[in-house]
């Protein structure tokens, strides 16, 4: 008996939260603001990353850093001018799309332009929830090992850009990546995959690509004032 009841509180709480999900999308796509969610382990480079985006980015970015405590990356990133917005949950391993409508509320989207997610580090629970994004982001690296595919299945299904961080350190590992990209293709058949360097910036310019073109697609129905 307890186990339906507890179903059902999942299945209800899931439903609650795509709901608001949807809202906080639509919201977003009429600001013309590409939505992503960059989800990834612990250590794995995820504000890295961002910087390295950001900064060839050709159009506004806006950041949403997710903690379960500390604001050491919103710091960081705000230190570099970038419009940086804290969510800590203080417990949660995941975000969720309630605490993303929360905060999106008082965010002045005044351009077009990009939202960043980074959401909790791990690739379990976020893999779980969606929080209105348009895309996702998954961050693996090299120094994870080559079996992440196999033991994190619905991160890897769930993923509309796979990046692989740290490629320069391969020559110190072993890293087999064939077998890694057969557990992701075996997966997600069309998910483009990028190697990248976040200490280098190898990489990157094809990824920033990626995102102009989809950001791109996204038409807006508010007036900007700055464009």
């Given amino acids: 008996m307890h186990d339906v009841k507890k179903l059902n509180i999942m299945e209800n709480i899931h439903d609650e939260n795509d709901h608001i999900a949807e809202h906080v999308n639509e919201n977003l796509t009429d600001y013309g603001v590409l939505v992503v969610n960059e989800m990834g382990g612990p250590g794995v480079g995820k504000t890295t990353t961002l910087k390295n985006i950001i900064k060839r980015l050709s159009m506004k970015a806006y950041v949403i850093e997710g903690d379960i405590e500390s604001d050491i990356d919103t710091k960081d990133l705000r230190s570099l001018g970038i419009t940086t917005f804290q969510i800590n949950t203080f417990g949660a391993c995941h975000l969720d ?84 990209m057969k557990g992701v293709r075996a997966l997600n058949k069309n998910v483009p995959v990028y190697k990248v360097s976040g200490k280098t910036g190898e990489g990157f310019d094809q990824v920033v690509l990626w995102f102009e073109e989809r950001a791109k697609k996204i038409e807006g129905k508010h007036h900007h004032h700055h464009e």
């Fill in 97 to 180: 799309a309630p605490m993303i409508h929360n905060m999106v509320q008082n965010i002045e989207f005044e351009k077009k332009g990009v939202l960043f997610i980074e959401n909790i580090g791990n690739l379990v629970c976020p893999a779980e929830f969606s929080i209105g994004e348009h895309v996702m982001m998954l961050i693996s690296t090299v120094t994870e090992g080559s079996d992440k595919p196999y033991k994190y299945p619905l991160a890897f299904e769930k993923a509309d850009i796979i990046i692989i961080n740290k490629i320069d350190l391969i020559p110190y590992l072993d890293f087999d990546e064939d077998y890694f």
